[in-house]
């Protein structure tokens, strides 16, 4: 009996979000949408961020939109921190 069984992989008739790409760092073809938390150079954690991930080398990498996250991430973790009150040690009288 010769069936002729497909590769076990269901194929699932969703977007492209399963599709893979070569990775422009590593060349491997292993880069494809994630979203889970990044952590960023500088530390910032950025929570459920979609953005492209090589599962070969580990690279992220950011597109416009993920870039966009960030940086309001960043601002709203830097506190503005401007014009602090200047205090008046003692009132001038006059
Ligand atoms: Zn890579």
Same mark, same amino acid.
């Given at each position: ?12 008739? /969703? ?6 790409? &070569? !990775? &422009? %760092? !590593?060349?491997?073809?292993? #880069?494809? /949408?994630?979203?889970?938390? !990044? %952590? ?6 950025? &929570? ?5 991930? !090589? *599962?070969?080398?580990? %690279?992220? *990498?950011?597109?416009?939109?993920? #870039?966009?996250?960030?940086? %309001?991430? /960043? ?10 009150? /200047? ?8």
């Amino acid at each position: 009996m010769s069936s002729s069984h497909r590769n076990g992989t269901s194929k699932t008739t /969703r977007a492209s979000d399963s599709q893979t790409y &070569p !990775c &422009p %760092e !590593c060349g491997k073809d292993e #880069m494809r /949408r994630l979203k889970a938390d !990044c %952590e960023l150079l500088d530390g910032i954690v950025v &929570p459920d961020l979609d953005r492209w991930h !090589c *599962f070969a080398c580990g %690279e992220d *990498f950011l597109d416009s939109a993920a #870039m966009d996250r960030v940086a %309001e991430i /960043r601002k709203s973790l830097r506190p503005v921190r401007r014009a602090i009150a /200047r205090k008046v040690s003692g009132h001038k009288h006059a």
